[in-house]
């Protein structure tokens, strides 16, 4: 509002001097604008077309004086807004997670300010455009719901907190002025007789109602109601709100039971040789690659080539067409002390070994840590969960939407096998995979878990394609 009264006082001024004026008197307010100095412009509107009735001295004087309180207000305005960035192309709000910096204190360059949680990550609101400063207010509090551009917080610049101290010792000794004057009317109020006005009725009303949480003993009949909310103290519960991650998690995955025709075939797999070859390589591939050889690379490297075997698992139903998707991009669930994510690990064809280790401990970092971005999460082709880490001996994992299958591994157990007709001990991982029988035949899923399954318990097919 501020800028279209000002661009017409422009327009409209009838001499050179005025049109200067004006001209000054915008830029002035477009500088309060961003240092959140709005409230001085309310009303322009109304003084402009007063000002733009007549060219005259006394026009002339009263723009000099609007074009001075401006100016004054805007060296004086050193405030920036830190207001919610991006948080991806399918997220427009999130709730504030948790409060980092309070009013008063010091806020460094790119010190995190608070945190949002969304659907799918939790994104760190940082201080980034402007000096070092003093946190002057924050706009929002725990749990508020906020949207993208929204302003949360307002930093003065270039304060270093010397300036607050002083401030607050004022304030001190301002509030201990009045905490001096208090007792003079307390004294004043000890000196009529209260205790007349002590037995009147309407005192004696209030008691009742104040025995039931604290006076228990005060009154019999209200002792017992207080007794009956506490008679189970064996028992406690509590309700804690359900997080926007752990509420999207539970919503995309019952949309995926009302939604596929949800399918789980089973295989068991003989790890002796790819525990063999990890515990032979696994020095010299941590010396090399400086990541440890674990078993997530063997298993993504098989699915990856068992998708390009079978594509109707790497593929996906829109609308009315199948979309065969001729890259590998693996999703790898994590959980966090939040919830599910699943980073993606891209073009895994193209990795080695070292490639997927070194990128599965990198978003598993981020993952813990909170600082995982919707970009390493969006997309995906296809999934493994691995709830052998928690000693899962077999499940049926549900698909992530909007892919068509998931591979499930377990937990590794020593079992008797029957070895060349000898009965031998042999570690065992019973692995799942769960796909939608609207697009995978059950030949189809048959054969990617068999394919996995050989890679894995030899993995010199990978060298020879066999």
Do not use: W
């Not at 009725?201 to 008691?207: A, R, S, T, V």
């Not at 207080?226 to 752990?246: A, I, N, Q, Y």
């Amino acid at each position: 509002m501020a800028h279209r009264a000002l661009s017409r006082l422009c327009q409209h001024s009838r001499c050179v001097r005025q049109r200067s004026l004006a001209s000054q008197l915008q830029v002035g307010a477009s500088s309060l604008d961003a240092q959140s100095a709005a409230g001085q412009v309310s009303g322009l509107d109304s003084q402009i077309r007063l000002l733009c009735g007549n060219c005259n001295p006394t026009v002339h004087s009263q723009v000099q004086s609007l074009s001075r309180s401006f100016q004054s207000s805007a060296l004086l305005a050193g405030d920036i807004k830190i207001t919610v960035p991006s948080m991806g192309d399918s997220i427009s709000e999130g709730t504030v997670a948790s409060v980092a910096k309070q009013a008063g204190e010091a806020v460094g360059t790119d010190d995190i300010v608070l945190q949002i949680e969304t659907d799918k990550v939790t994104v760190d609101v940082r201080y980034t455009t402007g000096k070092p400063g003093k946190l002057k207010e924050m706009l929002v509090k725990e749990e508020d719901t906020v949207a993208v551009g929204q302003d949360v917080a307002i930093v003065t610049e270039g304060e270093d907190g010397s300036k607050p101290e002083g401030n607050k010792e004022e304030k001190k000794e301002e509030k201990a002025a009045p905490k001096e004057e208090k007792p003079e009317p307390k004294e004043e109020k000890a000196q009529p007789p209260p205790k007349e006005e002590k037995p009147q009725p309407p005192k004696q009303e209030p008691k009742p109602s104040e025995p039931a949480p604290s006076k228990g003993p005060a009154s019999g009949a209200a002792a017992p109601p207080s007794d009956k909310p506490k008679g189970k103290p064996g028992r406690p519960e509590r309700r804690v709100k359900m997080t926007r991650l752990r509420a999207r998690v539970a919503e995309r995955l019952k949309g995926a039971q009302n939604t596929y025709a949800m399918l789980t075939t089973f295989n068991e797999i003989d790890m002796t040789n790819i525990m063999l070859l990890r515990k032979d390589f696994k020095d010299g591939f941590l010396e090399k690659h400086g990541v440890k050889l674990g078993f997530m690379s063997a298993f993504v490297k098989a699915a990856s080539d068992a998708l390009h075997l079978v594509p109707a698992v790497n593929a996906v139903i829109d609308g009315d067409e199948l979309v065969y998707r001729d890259y590998t991009d693996i999703s790898i669930a994590v959980a966090t002390p939040k919830g599910l994510v699943v980073p993606v690990l891209r073009n895994v064809d193209a990795l080695n070994f070292a490639g997927i280790e070194k990128a599965i401990n990198a978003l598993g970092k981020k993952a813990r840590d909170g600082t995982i971005s919707i970009d390493d999460m969006a997309g995906g082709t296809f999934t493994i969960s691995n709830g052998g880490v928690y000693g899962s001996l077999l499940s049926t994992p549900i698909i992530n939407p909007p892919q068509s299958a998931i591979l499930g591994m377990h937990s590794i157990n020593q079992r008797a096998m029957v070895v060349n007709g000898e009965i031998k001990a042999r570690p065992i991982m019973n692995v799942a995979l769960t796909y939608d029988h609207r697009l995978i035949d059950g030949r189809e899923a048959v054969t990617f878990l068999k394919r996995v399954k050989d890679i894995v318990e030899d993995p010199r097919r990978l060298l020879l394609d066999v």
